[in-house]
């Protein structure tokens, strides 16, 4: 399972870029207005971070004519820039249209199997269901996720799998058992990710243990 990074906080990234388990990010225009900075100036500096790996970018047009255009600017801040369209009838006629062009697009805000359908068939290079979102309301956005995966396992389309809206730890785990392609999780979840407290209490014996034994490697 590939783990991007729901952010654009830049220290965020270079942190899970330290770590060595980055592999993409995913943004949107509220995680781009948490910055604080002009939403330009954040998301050139993350292309530039992360030059090698998957960013993705949202439009904020509704119409075809206007998603259309302002994925092609987008496209232009990088090679790595995968365009963020809205699952609406006209983002599904944009998808088609930059596919088509060669820009990489990633469907958003979708909320059920038919409509990841849909973004498949107009040919979209990822989908991202919102797992938490759906949860919000009682209904069960894994369930969701696993009528996804098996709907386009059925038809095997190659459309990737990004689940979104990721809330905690469980959530990653399910995504991870149901074989999903990519997880986009915010850095407080995979902080999360590392802990278990029987490591820190083992780790904490073993340390002990070692100066008992005046163990000393180097
Ligand atoms: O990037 C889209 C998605 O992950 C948003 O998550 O937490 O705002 O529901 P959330």
């Known amino acids: 399972m590939k783990i991007f990074v729901d952010t654009a906080q830049i220290e965020e990234i270079r942190k899970v870029k330290e770590w060595g388990i980055l592999d993409g990010i995913t943004t949107n225009p509220t995680l781009l207005s948490k910055t604080g900075k002009p939403w330009k100036e954040a998301a050139m500096e993350i292309l530039k971070e992360v030059s090698d790996k998957p960013v993705s970018l949202e439009v904020i047009a509704t119409d075809f004519e206007g998603m259309v255009k302002e994925a092609k600017e987008l496209a232009k801040m990088g090679d790595n820039v995968v365009i963020k369209i809205p699952f609406t009838v006209e983002g ?97 979840v995979i902080q999360q990710m590392f802990k278990h407290p029987l490591t820190d209490i083992g780790l904490t014996k073993f340390l002990e243990d070692a100066k008992k034994a005046n163990i000393s490697i180097i």
Do not use: W
């Open 92 to 188: 599904t006629k944009a998808i088609k249209a930059l596919v088509s062009e060669g820009i990489k697009v990633n469907v958003t805000l979708v909320f059920s199997p038919l409509q990841a359908l849909i973004a498949a068939k107009a040919g979209a290079t990822y989908v991202s269901p919102f797992i938490g979102r759906l949860d919000d309301i009682s209904h069960d956005g894994i369930s969701m996720l696993e009528e996804i995966i098996q709907i386009y396992d059925v038809y095997g389309f190659e459309t990737e799998i990004i689940a979104a809206s990721i809330r905690h730890v469980d959530h990653v785990r399910r995504c991870a058992l149901l074989g999903v392609d990519i997880a986009t999780i915010p850095f407080k």
